[in-house]
Nanobody, 122 residues
């Protein structure tokens, strides 16, 4: 059983930054592709970013390219999402996800966290 626990969400002003963390327990973390998704009120869950097993490759949604950075520390079993230049439209619940296969931007991930709220507002 794999468990994912997100942290780091909160309220930030437009143009500000936040770093989300996702702690993973249960199995060999380094073998999992990790991703972040977000879901705004009244909208479907959307792909944000993903990173391969050893961090060799990353993929980003067009809406966050150049502003967000996904990274991982396999020694700490943790994946991060550094979010800079935040916009009100980034407001959403952010979810961490894991899968034992290659990167996908679909929601076809095996394991999910409970989510952390990010609110961008002045």
């Amino acid at each position: 059983q794999v468990q994912l626990v997100e942290s780091g969400g909160g309220l930030v002003q437009p143009g500000g930054s936040l770093r989300l963390s996702c702690a993973v327990s249960g199995r060999t973390f380094s073998r999992y592709t990790m991703a972040w998704f977000h879901q705004a009120p009244g909208k479907e869950r959307e792909f944000v970013a993903a990173i391969t097993w050893f961090g060799a490759s990353t993929v980003y949604a067009d809406s966050v390219k150049g502003r967000f950075t996904i990274s991982r520390d396999n020694a700490k079993n943790t994946v991060y999402l550094q979010m800079n230049s935040l916009k009100p439209e980034d407001t959403a619940v952010y979810y961490c996800a894991a899968r034992s296969k290659e990167i996908t931007t679909t929601s076809n991930y095996e394991y999910w966290g409970q989510g952390t709220q990010v609110t961008v507002s002045s």
